[in-house]
């Protein structure tokens, strides 16, 4: 079984382990150990990670959003 939990947010600060680019998604393992992604890596890593049961914060929902910047620079 693979629980989710809330978490604390992930930032711009945060980084992908596998390519630098920003993390969506908190993998932590029994271990304790913790595993950043970003999307598309995640959607590589996440039948596995689910299989060993790692605890997920995915929060790759945000990335259908908009900055609130970028709307008042188109004016």
Same mark, same amino acid.
């Given at each position: 079984?693979?629980?989710?939990?809330?978490?604390?947010?992930?930032?711009?600060?945060?980084?992908?382990?596998?390519?630098?680019?920003?993390?969506?998604?908190? !993998?932590?393992?029994?271990?304790? /150990? &913790?595993? +950043?992604?970003?999307?598309?890596?995640?959607?590589?890593? #996440?039948? %596995?990670?689910?299989?060993?049961? !790692?605890?997920?914060?995915?929060? /790759? &929902?945000? +990335?259908?959003?908009?900055?609130?910047?970028?709307?008042? #620079?188109? %004016?």
């Amino acid at each position: 079984m693979t629980t989710t939990y809330a978490a604390s947010p992930l930032t711009a600060i945060d980084r992908c382990d596998r390519c630098g680019a920003q993390a969506y998604v908190r !993998a932590t393992l029994v271990s304790g /150990s &913790e595993l +950043l992604f970003c999307a598309h890596h995640w959607h590589d890593n #996440e039948a %596995r990670l689910r299989q060993i049961g !790692a605890i997920i914060h995915d929060e /790759s &929902e945000r +990335l259908g959003e908009v900055p609130a910047t970028a709307g008042a #620079e188109e %004016r």
